[in-house]
């Protein structure tokens, strides 16, 4: 049982290149998200999804897409990085919609930068 | 007003310590609280859920007063092993979804 798996764990891209992260759970999770860690900024949401088919921006969209592929994945999409979009990305998900008790399950996350 | 705010720190204090953390969230919508460790950028792992009677596992105690809107968190017998930076989560309705919102994070140092 993988939990949540995150790929690359790292990445250097130059301005302007696009690059895809990818994440898959095997929790039978409704909800996945996106969060971005800048240092002593917390982590901050980019984009969710609270059922397969269904994507909602966050506090910081600009500059990213998301996919809900099916149930299990969730990608992040840098369609021309900048290198405001250093960061540490981390995907998680969290049980069943409405469960307003569910905790978060992290992967490992990817640090990306930008040049 | 940031929706989550925690005191960065750093706390920094001897092994044996006991060492407290407050948590002020502005929706007082808010519905489920959640207490995490950081170790070193690596991903955020789960210390606890805070429940609205308080809780306790082992040294660690949450409470939540729902009139002040914060969550604490308390830390008995400081080891060397607790060192780092411990988030709370508040999660608020947004469209029939709960979304968890972030504080900075409070770091702890506990030395020798």
């Known amino acids: 049982n993988a939990g949540v798996t995150q790929t690359p764990k790292f990445q250097v891209l130059k301005t302007g290149q696009s690059m895809t992260l990818q994440c898959a759970q095997d929790m039978n999770h409704n909800s996945m998200y996106w969060y971005r860690q800048d240092p002593g900024m917390g982590l901050r949401l980019i984009y969710y999804?609270?059922?397969?088919?269904?994507?909602d921006k966050g506090e910081v969209p600009n500059g990213y897409n998301v996919s809900r592929l099916n149930k299990r994945e969730f990608s992040l999409r840098l369609e021309s990085a900048a290198p405001s979009q250093t960061s540490v990305y981390f995907c998680?998900?969290?049980?069943?919609?409405?469960?307003?008790?569910?905790?978060?399950?992290f992967g490992n996350g990817t640090r990306l930068t930008v040049t | 007003r940031k929706e989550v705010e925690q005191d960065p720190g750093p706390f920094n204090v001897p092994e044996g310590a006991t060492v407290a953390f407050n948590c002020t969230y502005s929706?007082?919508?808010?519905?489920?609280f959640f207490w995490y460790r950081q170790d070193c950028r690596k991903e955020p792992k789960l210390l606890m859920s805070v429940y609205s009677s308080g809780n306790e596992d082992g040294r660690f105690t949450a409470q939540l007063n729902r009139a002040s809107q914060y969550i604490s968190l308390l830390i008995r017998d400081s080891k060397l092993s607790d060192s780092a930076t411990y988030l709370c989560?508040?999660?608020?309705?947004?469209?029939?979804?709960?979304?968890?919102?972030f504080g900075r994070g409070t770091s702890l140092i506990v030395h020798p």
């Open positions: 999804s609270a059922s397969e088919g269904t994507t």
């Open positions: 989560v508040v999660n608020g309705a947004s469209g029939g979804s709960y979304i968890p919102t």
């Open positions: 998680a998900s969290s049980g069943d919609r409405g469960t307003r008790g569910s905790p978060l399950h």
């Open positions: 929706n007082s919508a808010s519905q489920s």
